[in-house]
């Protein structure tokens, strides 16, 4: 940076750059609220087309014939599977996730790691050396790679 402040100046252009755009995006925002609450709705078939969907997404039995909806009050959802495979396709996508964050994790921690396991004995942790001093940059680039 220079003496002359440049910096400074860069900053200010970006912070004021960064509220002017939010002032736009707050009142165009505001302005299609308004807009939008007083027009009516295009199509008129669009409730009855929401409330056929609304039928069709409730929980049906359908182990008795015609596919009656599960009772409100006498429904014991501990002892009857209202909901199918759903739940265990989303918690196993939850762990698989959780499983890739902390493999994400212990490889960046390797690769923070990498240089005090190739100082070996000078480190200040005391490491076996298991990577060559010349290896050092292929590894880095390796683990920035992966």
């Known amino acids: 940076p220079s003496a002359g402040g440049q910096c400074l100046?860069?900053?200010g252009a970006l912070f004021a750059a960064a509220a002017l755009f939010g002032m736009c995006f707050l009142a165009l925002g505001l302005l299609r609220f308004c807009c939008l609450g007083l027009a009516s709705a295009r199509?008129?078939?669009v409730l009855k087309e929401a409330l056929a969907h609304r039928r069709r997404a409730k929980v049906h039995d359908y182990s008795l014939p015609g596919n009656p909806f599960y009772?409100?009050?006498d429904t014991n959802v501990r002892g009857q599977s209202i909901s199918g495979v759903a739940p265990v396709l989303y918690f196993g996508f939850v762990?698989?996730?959780?499983?890739l964050s902390l493999l994400s994790l212990v490889l960046l921690l390797l690769g923070l790691a990498l240089p005090?396991?190739?100082k070996g004995d000078e480190g200040a942790i005391p490491l076996p050396q298991a990577?060559?001093?010349m290896d050092v940059e292929v590894a880095r680039r390796f683990h920035a790679l992966a």
């Not at 762990?95 to 499983?99: E, K, P, S, V």
């Open 9 to 11: 100046f860069l900053y």
């Open 43 to 45: 199509a008129p078939g």
């Open 71 to 73: 009772l409100y009050d």
């Open 116 to 118: 005090e396991v190739a």
């Open 95 to 99: 762990a698989f996730l959780a499983l």
């Open 131 to 133: 990577l060559p001093k």
